[in-house]
């Protein structure tokens, strides 16, 4: 799949998953956005990519935040001239039990996991359908959405609400934009990280074992997927999730 002269806004594209989107489009010749509110890592990244400098437009910003995300639509426009996909791949977490969860914290996952994927969509709806194709936004939500580990509520929301969202626009935007989720399982990203976060795998042979699949995910796996997902190939799919998990939450597991 080809992607020479499309415009991309990769959010959280600096580091793990994002960071395997935002490279798996720039190698198929696209023009990206890569957007992150990290910015030492954005810097390490676009230090790193310095010969693909043509195709980036590095940006800061926290996509919580209308403002921002209207200015980094905004300058993509203006420096692209153009847009044809968006890929909400911005998330957090947050620690802490039910009981000792601070609500900020609640807030302030759902605002970025969730309020920044809407904002994104109102903002570059408009440009995305100016095209002969469908313009098209993915939506990178969790197996979380589906199946919990304890103390996950924050995060498990976030990502269910994205998924009734990817429904709910593919059918307010269709048909000038598709609008899709992705729902990663376990993916190792430890050397996917800014430098100073990076870790060495700390993977066992039981983790990947549980997977029917027989491995732990990578982030190449779901880049893979968004480019697929966002091809014309995939032109009859929209509002529907992707769950690619190397078939973790179809697999029966019993204590022995």
């Known amino acids: 799949m080809e992607y020479q002269n499309h415009v991309v806004i990769v959010t959280g594209g600096a580091q793990g998953i994002g960071r395997a989107i935002t490279e798996a489009y720039l190698d198929a010749g696209a023009f990206v956005t890569v957007v992150d509110a990290d910015p ?3 810097d390490e990244w676009t230090e790193s990519h310095a010969a693909q400098s043509d195709h980036v437009l590095p940006i800061v910003a926290d996509v919580s935040d209308e403002a921002a995300v209207i200015r980094l639509t905004e300058a993509t426009l203006q420096h692209w001239g153009r847009l044809h996909i968006v890929i909400n791949n911005a998330g957090i977490t947050a620690p802490g039990t039910l009981g000792s969860r601070p609500t900020a914290e609640w807030d302030r996952v759902i605002a970025v996991n969730l309020r920044g994927p809407y904002l994104l969509a109102k903002y570059t709806y408009d440009a995305l359908g100016r095209h002969d194709q469908p313009g098209v936004i993915i939506n990178i939500a969790s ?6 580990e304890p103390h996950t509520e924050p995060y498990s929301a976030s990502k269910g609400g994205l998924l009734a969202l990817t429904h709910s626009l ?3 935007l269709g048909p000038r934009v598709r609008v899709n989720a992705i729902s990663p399982g376990w993916i190792d990203v430890s050397a996917w990280k800014k430098s100073a976060a990076r870790q060495a795998e700390g993977l066992r042979p039981i983790d990947h074992q ?16 968004c480019l697929w997902l966002t091809s014309p190939q995939a032109g009859f799919i929209t509002g529907t999730n992707l769950v690619i998990d190397g078939g973790m939450t179809v697999k029966m ?4």
């Open 40 to 42: 030492e890592a954005l």
């Open 210 to 225: 549980q997977h029917p699949v027989g491995r732990v995910g990578r982030p190449e796996d779901i880049a893979q997927a």
């Open 170 to 172: 593919a059918v307010s």
């Open 253 to 256: 597991i019993y204590a022995e």
């Open 143 to 148: 197996t979380r959405a589906l199946m919990s």
